[in-house]
């Protein structure tokens, strides 16, 4: 997991194409009003999830999201949030991976994880080792906005970069 602002990512990650194409997708939207809902950037290779939300508050026990065929970068574009990170092999699958969603979902106690606090302008970027929580309230719940662009993890192996 890497957690940085926006205007620090490229010096601080590998950049495929399909994360150049990501950050460059960041970059032009930041600072603008974007509607929810999916943005095609390169078919299903490279795609963002608008997504405006409440955040909630998290409990003992938190509800976790690992992906087997995408990186996450999720932005935040307005509000904060909390999230949860751990190594997906420490998951036990509470509920069987949905292909549809391209995930699998599961609970951890909240003493084993590892949270961060993302505030506007900073993203995390999650790979399919980064099992994650997201949407968790930073004090009490409030609204978010946030980007989330998905990368496919092939595209950016048969380039010949990691």
């Not at 949030?81 to 997906?88: S, V």
């Not at 609970?107 to 790979?127: C, N």
């Amino acid at each position: 997991m890497i957690v940085t602002h926006l205007t620090h990512a490229r010096e601080q990650m590998a950049l495929t194409p399909g994360m150049r194409k990501a950050l460059d997708f960041l970059n032009d939207a930041s600072g603008k009003e974007l509607p929810d809902g999916r943005v095609e950037l390169d078919g299903n290779r490279v795609f963002a999830l608008v997504q405006s939300y409440q955040t909630l508050p998290a409990g003992d026990e938190v509800l976790f999201e690992a992906h087997r065929d995408y990186i996450d970068v999720q932005y935040v574009a307005r509000g904060r949030e909390i999230m949860g990170w751990a190594p997906a092999e420490q998951l036990a699958s509470r509920v069987a991976y949905d292909p549809a969603n391209e995930a699998w979902l599961a609970t951890l106690p909240a003493q084993v994880a590892t949270f961060v606090r993302l505030e506007a302008g900073y993203i995390a970027v999650l790979h399919p080792a980064d099992a994650h929580a997201p949407r968790l309230a930073a004090g009490a719940p409030a609204g978010v906005k946030k980007i989330v662009v998905k990368v496919a993890v092939a595209t950016d192996k048969s380039s010949g970069h990691a």
